[in-house]
Each structure stands twice: as C-alpha cells, then as structure tokens.
C-alpha cells in the first residue's frame, strides 16, 4: 500500500467536495473552484469530510497513481482554501520590476523592459522594486508562472545577478585568479 497514497485527505469545514461518475472530482472553497479528473482505476471517495483514495488492483501502474492523485487531491483543497504563493527576487544592477495594469515590467538587463501579462487564476505583484509575488489557487500554475518569470534571466553563477526565488540558495563560483609562472 502507498505511504502515501493511504493517508486520508481532511476537507475543512466550507469546502465542498463532489465526485461524479467519471471520477471527475471537483472542490469548491472560499478562494474559488478547480477540478481533477481522476484515472477509472483509481477509487475516489468522500463522507463524512473525508476524501479516501483507494485503488482497484495491485499493479505497477495503479500503485504508481495512487499516491499521485491523493496528492494533487491534496494540493486542490489546500489551494481553495488558502491558495499558493512563490517569491521571486530580482538581483543585479538596475534591475528592476513594477506593476502597470494587468503586467508586470520588468528591467533586467536586456535592451528592452521585459512584460508578464497575468494568466487567468494568477495575480502578480510587486511589493518592493526587486521582488515579484506569484499568487493563486493551483499549485500547478503558480510553480509554472514562477518559473518561467525566472527562466526570463537565470542566476549568473559568478556574482548572483539574475531572478531566483526568494528561499532559493545560489552558490556563487570563485572567479579567476592571476597564475604564476
């Protein structure tokens, strides 16, 4: 039995859980509304504000979905509750963002301001000049909005200039040294 897989998923009061035929499972919370359509031998229950993820026979392919879809279960009713958020940090010199609108430009580097439209079910901010905040309800799209507002100037590994998450720790390489002959 998965580790994982078998632990119950408590659903907090407010959140409204509702599997159909299909094993289309759909949560409903306080910040909004996301689906997860689960594989047919994979057994989704919920009473009693439980869900329980079961699985139909013991083989590989069963065993390896089984903990899979009781985690993004998992990560769809923490996100309707509360929801997700990544931090960004912008280091170098000159390098800067700001919020315009629906975007957010940013200076770093490059000949020309570079913009990041919002996506639907993500918000950007900007608290200070050299931070952006990804914020929203799937776990999913705000690790790939990040990710690619990081992947726009990756970390300079010789003296740290570039995008990195906030908790990320960047090991800065030793530059040249003058040889001797």
Same mark, same amino acid.
């Not at 069963?62 to 009713?77: A, D, E, K, P, Q």
């Given at each position: 039995?998965?580790?994982? $897989?078998?632990?119950?998923?408590?659903?907090? +009061?407010?959140?409204?859980? &509702?599997?159909?035929?299909?094993?289309?499972?759909?949560?409903?919370?306080?910040?909004?509304?996301? +689906?997860?359509s689960?594989?047919?031998?994979?057994?989704?229950?919920?009473?009693?504000?439980?869900?329980?993820?079961?699985?139909?026979?013991d083989?590989?392919?069963?065993?390896s979905?089984?903990g899979?879809?009781r985690?993004?279960?998992?990560?769809?009713?923490l996100? /309707?509750?509360?929801?997700?958020?990544? +931090?960004?940090?912008i280091? %170098?010199?000159?390098?800067? =963002?700001? &919020?315009?609108?629906?975007?957010? /430009?940013?200076n770093? %580097?490059?000949?020309?301001?570079?913009?990041?439209c919002?996506?639907? $079910?993500?918000?950007?901010?900007?608290?200070?000049?050299?931070?952006? *905040?990804?914020?929203?309800?799937?776990?999913? &799209? /705000?690790? =790939?909005?990040? =990710?690619?507002?990081?992947?726009?100037?990756?970390?300079?590994?010789?003296h740290?200039?570039g995008?990195r998450?906030?908790?990320?720790v *960047?090991?800065?390489?030793?530059?040249?040294? =003058? $040889?001797? &002959?």
């Amino acid at each position: 039995m998965s580790r994982i $897989g078998r632990l119950p998923i408590h659903v907090p +009061s407010g959140i409204t859980v &509702k599997v159909d035929e299909n094993n289309l499972v759909t949560i409903t919370g306080p910040k909004g509304t996301l +689906s997860q359509s689960v594989n047919k031998i994979i057994n989704v229950k919920f009473d009693n504000n439980t869900i329980t993820v079961t699985r139909n026979n013991d083989l590989s392919e069963s065993r390896s979905m089984h903990g899979l879809y009781r985690t993004l279960l998992n990560n769809i009713v923490l996100g /309707v509750k509360d929801g997700y958020k990544k +931090s960004l940090i912008i280091k %170098g010199v000159g390098y800067k =963002a700001s &919020k315009q609108g629906n975007k957010i /430009v940013m200076n770093i %580097g490059f000949s020309h301001p570079v913009e990041v439209c919002e996506q639907e $079910g993500i918000t950007l901010s900007c608290p200070n000049t050299t931070e952006i *905040v990804v914020e929203g309800i799937s776990k999913e &799209k /705000v690790g =790939a909005v990040a =990710a690619s507002i990081k992947a726009l100037k990756p970390v300079e590994p010789y003296h740290g200039y570039g995008i990195r998450y906030s908790d990320e720790v *960047v090991i800065l390489k030793e530059g040249k040294t =003058a $040889g001797k &002959k």
